[in-house]
C-alpha cells in the first residue's frame, strides 16, 4: 500500500488524471490524501470532483477555501468571481450530489501522526482539539441549518480564536483558521490576506499559499 498526498488540484483535471496514471494508482491498495482546494481556477473542476467522489474510501479530502467558496456561491449567497471558473460544476447534471458529498468532507483529518489541514491550526490547538473543531464545523455543514450557515460564513472577523467564541463567529475563526490562514501570532490571532512576508521579517518569503 501507498499513501500519496496532493494538494490544490483547482480544477488541473488533467494534470490530475496524469499524476494518478504516473503512480499507477490502485484505488484497491493506495491511498490518496487530497489537502483541499479541489476546485477553482483550473478549466475541469467538475471532472476533479467526479473523480474523487469516484475514489470512495481510497480518498480521503478536507475542505479548502475555494471549495467553501463552491459551496457559498452554489447555494446562491454570493456571486461567482469573475475569474471563478465553477459554473461547468453549478450546470452539472449532478451537482447536487457533487456539492452534498463536498458539504460532508472535514476541515482536519488526523491519523497517526499526520495531520492534514488546507491551511493552517492556531497556536492554542492541539491535534486533537483541532479535529474536534472541525467535527462542529462538519456537523452544522451537514445539518439542515448548513444553508444558514454558508450565508454566515464570509467574513474576517473575528480575527482571533477564543474558547468562549459561539455560534456562526465560532465556526467562522474555525473555517478561516483551517482554509485561508496565512500567519498567525502566539495569541491567535490570524492574518488571512498579507501574501508576502510575515510582519517584521525581513526576508522576503517566496511562499505564496492560494
Ligand atoms: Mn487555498
Known amino acids: 500500500m501507498s499513501h500519496y498526498v496532493v494538494g490544490d488540484i483547482q480544477g488541473c483535471y488533467a494534470e490530475f488524471a496524469q499524476l494518478l496514471d504516473i503512480i499507477a494508482f490502485d484505488r ?3 491511498r490518496l490524501w487530497v489537502v483541499g ?3 477553482n481556477r483550473g478549466p ?9 467522489k469516484a475514489l470512495g474510501a481510497a480518498a480521503t479530502i478536507v475542505l479548502g477555501n475555494h471549495d467553501i467558496h463552491l459551496l457559498i456561491v452554489a447555494a446562491g449567497h454570493r456571486a461567482a468571481h469573475g475569474h471563478d471558473t465553477l459554473s461547468p460544476i453549478l450546470e452539472a447534471p449532478d451537482r447536487d450530489e457533487l456539492l452534498a458529498w463536498l458539504r460532508r468532507q472535514p476541515l482536519v483529518v488526523l491519523e497517526g501522526e499526520l495531520l492534514m489541514v488546507h491551511a ?4 492554542s490547538w492541539t491535534p486533537a482539539r483541532a479535529v474536534m473543531l472541525s467535527r462542529e464545523v462538519e456537523a452544522t455543514l451537514a445539518s439542515a441549518t448548513h444553508d444558514d450557515f454558508l ?4 467574513g474576517d472577523e473575528p480575527a482571533r480564536w477564543d474558547d468562549k467564541l459561539t455560534g456562526y463567529d465560532r465556526l467562522r475563526v474555525i473555517v478561516n483558521a483551517c482554509t485561508r490562514l496565512r500567519f498567525c501570532s502566539a495569541d491567535d490571532a490570524m492574518n488571512t490576506r498579507r501574501r508576502a512576508s510575515p510582519p517584521g521579517s525581513r526576508t522576503p518569503s517566496a511562499n505564496r499559499p492560494g
Not at 493552517?120 to 497556536?123: D, S
Open 120 to 123: 493552517g491550526l492556531l497556536p
Open 151 to 154: 450565508r454566515h460564513l464570509y
Open 44 to 52: 475541469d473542476s467538475l471532472s476533479v470532483l467526479r473523480t474523487v
Open 28 to 30: 484497491a491498495r493506495d
Open 37 to 39: 482546494d479541489l476546485v
